[in-house]
């Protein structure tokens, strides 16, 4: 048996560099921590609550005014329909069906090109910005028209 120093402490190994116990360097260096390293170590969770993302704007609504002369849309989507349409419009978003597959980006660019024509907006001002793997999208539109406009626009795209 040998005795190593090291910088946490001398430690005692056998010819083959392990430790009598069994155990590696790692576990007697987090034995000299104490036991909370020791059990964070060994592949435990930590006891600390997941952090909450913040909201895609602190304002609440479907349609809302992100910054002046950009109005953003929260999006419920339902890819792999047969045509893309308005569906509904809720207290928390446009519900819009996909005429398009998930798979590969090609509902996002089906959504993106379907918003853009049905609002007579060139297909450069309108922006997915969050949920690119998501139902819960965010979509930027870069416009002169006010956030009530555009939601009138979504409102008459609703099919009854």
Same mark, same amino acid.
């Given at each position: ?13 056998? &010819?083959?560099g ?26 435990? &969770? ?5 952090q ?5 704007s ?11 002369g ?11 329909a047969?045509?893309?349409a ?8 446009? $519900? ?5 597959p998930?798979?590969?980006?090609e ?6 090109k379907?918003? %853009? &024509? %049905?609002l007579?907006?060139r &297909?450069s ?11 819960e999208?965010?979509?930027?539109? $870069? ?8 939601? $009138? ?8």
């Amino acid at each position: 048996m040998l005795r190593v120093a090291t910088a946490e402490g001398a430690v005692d190994q056998n &010819k083959h560099g392990a430790n009598p116990g069994g155990s590696n360097s790692n576990d007697v260096r987090l034995r000299k921590l104490g036991t909370s390293a020791a059990f964070m170590a060994k592949g435990k &969770k930590s006891q600390t609550k997941p952090q909450e993302h913040p909201p895609a704007s602190n304002v609440a609504g479907a349609v809302f005014s992100k910054s002046a002369g950009i109005v953003g849309v929260r999006i419920h989507a339902k890819p792999g329909a047969k045509l893309s349409a308005v569906t509904g419009i809720g207290a928390e978003a446009v $519900e819009v069906q996909i005429g398009a597959p998930p798979v590969d980006g090609e509902a996002n660019t089906e959504l993106v090109k379907y918003l %853009a &024509k %049905a609002l007579d907006l060139r &297909k450069s001002d309108v922006s997915l910005d969050r949920g690119s793997r998501s139902r819960e999208k965010v979509i930027l539109i $870069e416009t002169k028209f006010s956030c009530e406009e555009i939601r $009138e626009k979504i409102g008459a795209l609703v099919e009854t």
